[in-house]
């Protein structure tokens, strides 16, 4: 199977969007789950958020981050990746919940704030309401690209008030749980703002799934490179989550753990940029 790039564009000046023919993971998709790509045969495997499966094909949002993220935002429509494994993960229930609001603030969580919307809004009995922050006016994405046209309400913030409300999605959050009753978060992105969602949403006893993303090495449970603790039991995020209960999960242990592979990451991108210099 070619797992053929058939469309690649910028989200911003970091982020990227592709669509690749992917059959098997488009087939049994369902919002929450993610794919591992490896680019290259003996290439590393990079877990992705779909975005969305339309047909045989899916979507994912890409940060121009290490070695594989970049090299691979070197390649182009009509290039293939060399395996596309999905769809990996379990997501949270898609039911009727109610007054739901979803908040993202970086490419993993708004690909999965897209996704859920699109899901829970087609749910008889959901109000759907979509927080998406950017750091600017220059990092937000195309509008078709926002959960604008799948939330019932939506609110675009910056952190510098550049477009939208100013502030990070957690002050949006902060008046929404004052002022509204709302009946399920769900929030994916960055982890320390995930954390603090999850003291808030405790202090107005309101239930929320978080993502939680861990280093994934085979992302099939064997390793346990992506162990989580969740209520004092020890989870796997590729095959348990990623997203899990915020108010159950020990932070503290996630974010030592995402620290863990810095060095080796900085030594691949390191290599990479010398075997470039070496192409110039
Ligand atoms: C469930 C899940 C969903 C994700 N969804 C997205 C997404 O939609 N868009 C996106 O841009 N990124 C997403 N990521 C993060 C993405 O996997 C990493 O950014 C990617 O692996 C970077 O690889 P790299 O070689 O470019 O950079 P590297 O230099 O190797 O890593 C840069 C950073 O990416 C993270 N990372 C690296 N390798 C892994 C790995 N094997 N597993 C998890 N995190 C890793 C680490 O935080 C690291 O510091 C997701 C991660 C997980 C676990
Ligand atoms: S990535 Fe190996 S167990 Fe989850």
């Not at 699109?118 to 759907?128: A, P, Q, S, V």
């Not at 998406?132 to 195309?142: G, T, V």
């Not at 064997?222 to 162990?227: I, K, L, V």
């Not at 108010?247 to 503290?252: A, F, L, R, T």
């Given at each position: 199977m070619k797992h053929t790039i058939t469309r690649k564009e910028d989200l911003n000046a970091a982020d990227y969007v592709i669509d690749v023919i992917a059959p098997k993971v488009a087939k049994k998709f369902?919002?929450?789950?993610?794919a591992v790509l490896i680019t290259v045969p003996n290439g590393e495997r990079i877990p992705m958020s779909i975005e969305r499966a339309e047909g045989d094909k899916i979507t994912m949002y890409i940060k121009r981050l290490g070695k594989t993220s970049r090299e691979l935002d070197t390649w182009d429509v009509g290039d293939a990746l060399y395996k596309v494994i999905g769809p990996m993960g379990t997501p949270p229930p898609l039911k009727k919940y109610?007054?739901?609001v979803f908040a993202s603030d970086l490419v993993c969580g708004h690909a999965e704030n897209n996704a859920m919307c699109?899901?829970?809004?087609?749910?008889?009995?959901?109000?759907?309401i979509s927080i998406?922050?950017?750091?600017?006016?220059?990092?937000?994405?195309?509008e078709n690209e926002l959960a604008k046209s799948v939330a019932d309400e939506f609110i675009l913030c910056t952190e510098d008030g550049s477009v939208g409300r100013k502030g990070h999605y957690l002050d949006i959050m902060q008046e929404l749980l004052e002022e509204r009753k709302i009946d399920q978060v769900f929030?994916?992105?960055?982890?320390p703002p995930l954390q603090k969602l999850s003291i808030l949403t405790k202090k107005y006893n309101v239930p929320v799934y978080t993502t939680v993303r861990q280093i994934m090495v085979d992302a099939t449970g064997?390793?346990?490179?992506?162990?989580?603790f969740i209520d004092g039991e020890q989870k796997l995020a590729c095959i348990d989550g990623p997203m899990f209960d915020g108010?159950?999960?020990?932070?503290?242990a996630a974010i030592s753990r995402l620290a863990m592979f810095k060095g080796k990451e900085a030594e691949a991108m390191q290599c990479y940029n010398e075997k470039m210099k070496a192409v110039v």
């Open positions: 369902r919002p929450g789950n993610f109610g007054n739901v699109r899901e829970l809004g087609k749910i008889m009995g959901n109000h759907i998406q922050s950017f750091p600017d006016k220059s990092q937000i994405y195309p929030a994916g992105g960055g982890i064997m390793c346990g490179s992506c162990r989580v108010h159950k999960v020990d932070w503290e």
